[in-house]
């Protein structure tokens, strides 16, 4: 092709630089095109390169003769800086073209090449073209920095975000986040893990839910398939989305249990060692006496003496059965022997117990059941549940009553008879209405520990009555009495009524 005008000259190189420099990705593709624009015109023995990052001018040297040092360099390209337009220095090995790339008056490269010719051959006319070199780069140049900004960026947050997610997948705890659909936007390893059945997921929506409409998180236990979880929710409100934490507790809960167990048996030890101790020193102590003085005793002391030792003999008696009884239930061999019998005569024979007490301040009162009305029990073990409710009782009276008042009563349906207990004793918090039947436990409260007990008695009652399909359970008022309840079968159709008649 041949070139005719400077015109000519003029277009075809702009045309041939813009074509090299739409296609450069990286810095050295627009030098290279400026190399390349340039040796059209120049003969050009060696280059250098001068880029400006973060207010620094690092310099490049494409050979490593380059007759200038870099110091050298700096002075130039402060002079480049003063004039913003490219130069020609006549230097001992000839012509320095000092070519900066500008953007809005402000050098962002600067391009050095050694032209090894005279000055004088150097024509004017080149300088339109260095001067759209430099214009034209300096818009490449910026640009393409730019691009190299924003791919950095996303290349910063990708691995920021592949730092944080290794973080949250190393977390034992299930993370979530919830939008206001219900649904989940994020999940990590944990969480995958644990896979939450839909039993879980119910109660997460809830809670989720919650925390949408409170605007504030929720920490929380939940018990849901035998299993306990600790759930914590956090508010996010700059995204409008629900974040959860979520932990299985239930080897943690399982542990604290065996622990509250383990210290359960230790207390009990002492207890029952204690309690164990008290009636065989008064039989003890009892029995020495009478030994040592048989003689010289008159028969009223004899057999007031005699009276204690066969008290204490007795319930010393009733501790080791409580004892056996627990072993028993331990190995759950505790068995019943099951019998259909009415109701009626046990409670009366209760009745006439209790009547025996009143010169110690207990009134004892019963609405006996109808003759009819028949219960298939062991009646030995029913009559132990039936005593340890009335002794409790009168175990557990308000200091404040000058009398222990019980009353007995029996309601009965279709399936089923309650008998209900209740006293104007001293009440039982309402914290500790579902552990009264746990196996050692005693309310924390020094009207209970004034008095003796091993914590057992309610345990066995309970597990003597679900053997008998019933249930067992307790109302009560602090500081105004309890109410407790033996629910069982009936045996036959005898519906009569409610089933009782009064009784006195
Ligand atoms: P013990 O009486 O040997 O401590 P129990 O298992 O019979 O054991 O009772 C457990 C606990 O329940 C008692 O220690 C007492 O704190 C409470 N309790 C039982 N019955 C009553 C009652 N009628 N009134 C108040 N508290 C009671």
Same mark, same amino acid.
């Given at each position: 092709?041949?070139?005719?005008?400077?015109?000519?000259?003029?277009l075809?190189t702009v045309?041939?630089?813009s074509?090299?420099?739409n296609?450069a990705r990286?810095?050295?593709?627009?030098? =290279?095109a400026?190399?390349?624009?340039?040796?059209?015109f120049f003969?050009?023995?060696s280059?250098?390169?001068a880029i400006k990052?973060?207010d620094?001018?690092?310099?490049?040297?494409s050979e490593?003769?380059?007759?200038?040092s870099k110091?050298?360099l700096h002075?130039?390209?402060?002079?480049?800086?003063?004039?913003k337009a490219h130069?020609f220095?006549p230097?001992e090995?000839?012509i320095?073209?000092?070519?900066?790339?500008?953007?809005?008056g402000?050098?962002l490269?600067?391009f050095?090449?050694?032209?090894?010719q005279?000055?004088?051959?150097?024509?004017?006319e080149?300088?339109?073209?260095?001067?759209?070199i430099?214009?034209?780069?300096?818009?490449?140049?910026?640009?393409?920095?730019?691009?190299?900004?924003?791919v950095?960026?996303?290349a910063?947050?990708?691995?920021?975000?592949k730092?944080?997610?290794t973080i949250?997948?190393s977390?034992?705890?299930?993370?979530m986040?919830?939008?206001?659909?219900?649904?989940? =936007?994020?999940v990590?390893?944990?969480?995958r893990?644990?896979?939450?059945?839909?039993?879980?997921?119910?109660?997460?929506?809830?809670?989720?839910?919650?925390?949408?409409?409170?605007?504030?998180g929720i920490?929380?236990e939940k018990?849901i398939?035998q299993?306990?979880?600790?759930?914590?929710?956090?508010?996010?409100?700059?995204e409008?989305e629900?974040?959860?934490?979520m932990?299985?507790?239930t080897?943690?809960?399982e542990?604290?249990?065996?622990k509250?167990?383990?210290?359960m048996?230790?207390?009990?030890?002492?207890?029952?060692?204690?309690?164990l101790r008290?009636?065989?020193?008064?039989?003890?102590?009892?029995s020495e006496t009478?030994?040592d003085s048989?003689d010289?005793?008159d028969t009223?002391t004899?057999?007031e003496?005699?009276?204690?030792?066969?008290?204490?003999?007795?319930?010393?008696?009733?501790?080791?059965?409580q004892?056996?009884?627990f072993?028993?239930?331990?190995?759950?061999?505790?068995?019943m022997?099951l019998?259909?019998?009415?109701?009626?005569?046990?409670l009366?024979q209760?009745?006439n117990?209790?009547?025996?007490?009143e010169s110690?301040?207990v009134?004892f009162?019963?609405?006996?059941?109808?003759?009819e009305?028949q219960?298939?029990?062991?009646?030995k073990r029913?009559?132990q549940?039936?005593n340890?409710i009335?002794q409790?009782?009168i175990?557990?009276?308000?200091p404040?009553?000058?009398?222990v008042?019980?009353?007995?009563a029996?309601?009965?349906?279709?399936?089923?008879?309650?008998i209900?207990?209740?006293?104007?004793?001293?009440g039982?918090p309402?914290d500790?209405?579902?552990?009264?039947f746990?196996k050692?436990?005693?309310?924390d409260?020094?009207?209970?520990?004034s008095?003796?007990?091993?914590?057992?008695?309610?345990?066995i009652?309970?597990?003597?009555v679900?053997?008998h399909?019933?249930r067992?359970?307790?109302?009560?008022?602090?500081?105004e009495?309890s109410t407790?309840?033996?629910?069982?079968?009936?045996?036959?159709?005898?519906n009569?009524?409610?089933?009782?008649s009064?009784?006195?």
């Open positions: 092709m041949s070139v005719g005008t400077s015109i000519d000259r003029f075809l045309s041939t630089f074509r090299e420099l296609t990286k810095l050295n593709e627009v030098f =290279s400026i190399n390349n624009v340039l040796k059209r003969e050009i023995s280059t250098a390169l990052k973060a620094i001018w690092e310099m490049d040297f490593s003769d380059f007759p200038i110091e050298d002075t130039y390209i402060d002079l480049s800086s003063e004039r130069s220095y230097i090995e000839g320095l073209l000092i070519l900066p790339s500008l953007k809005s402000q050098l490269t600067v050095f090449a050694l032209i090894p005279d000055e004088e051959e150097i024509r004017q080149y300088d339109s073209i260095l001067n759209f430099s214009f034209f780069s300096g818009i490449v140049i910026e640009n393409l920095q730019l691009y190299h900004e924003v950095d960026q996303s910063m947050q990708e691995a920021l975000k730092y944080f997610l949250l997948d977390i034992d705890e299930a993370i986040v919830w939008n206001k659909d219900l649904e989940l =936007s994020f990590n390893q944990s969480y893990q644990m896979d939450p059945p839909e039993s879980v997921l119910d109660i997460l929506k809830e809670i989720v839910q919650q925390t949408f409409e409170q605007k504030s920490p929380t018990e398939d299993a306990f979880y600790s759930i914590n929710s956090v508010w996010m409100e700059a409008q629900v974040l959860i934490r932990e299985d507790i080897r943690t809960k542990l604290e249990r065996l509250r167990i383990d210290q048996k230790t207390e009990f030890i002492s207890n029952i060692s204690h309690e008290t009636p065989l020193a008064a039989v003890k102590a009892y009478i030994n048989l010289s005793m009223d004899l057999r003496f005699m009276g204690t030792v066969l008290e204490q003999s007795s319930h010393l008696e009733f501790l080791l059965d004892l056996l009884d072993s028993k239930l331990e190995s759950h061999s505790l068995q022997e019998h259909v019998q009415p109701l009626k005569p046990l009366n209760l009745s117990t209790f009547k025996m007490e110690k301040g009134r009162s019963l609405e006996a059941p109808s003759d009305m219960v298939e029990i062991d009646a029913m009559t549940v039936f340890n009335v409790n009782a175990k557990y009276r308000n404040d009553h000058e009398t008042d019980i009353q007995v029996v309601t009965a349906d279709e399936q089923t008879v309650t209900s207990f209740a006293d104007n004793g001293i039982i309402e500790s209405l579902s552990k009264i746990d050692f436990y005693r309310v409260s020094s009207l209970t520990y008095v003796d007990g091993t914590g057992l008695g309610l345990t009652c309970k597990e003597i679900e053997g399909q019933g067992m359970w307790v109302e009560s008022v602090l500081g009495g407790f309840f033996v629910q069982i079968p009936l045996k036959v159709d005898n009569h009524g409610d089933g009782t009064e009784d006195t």
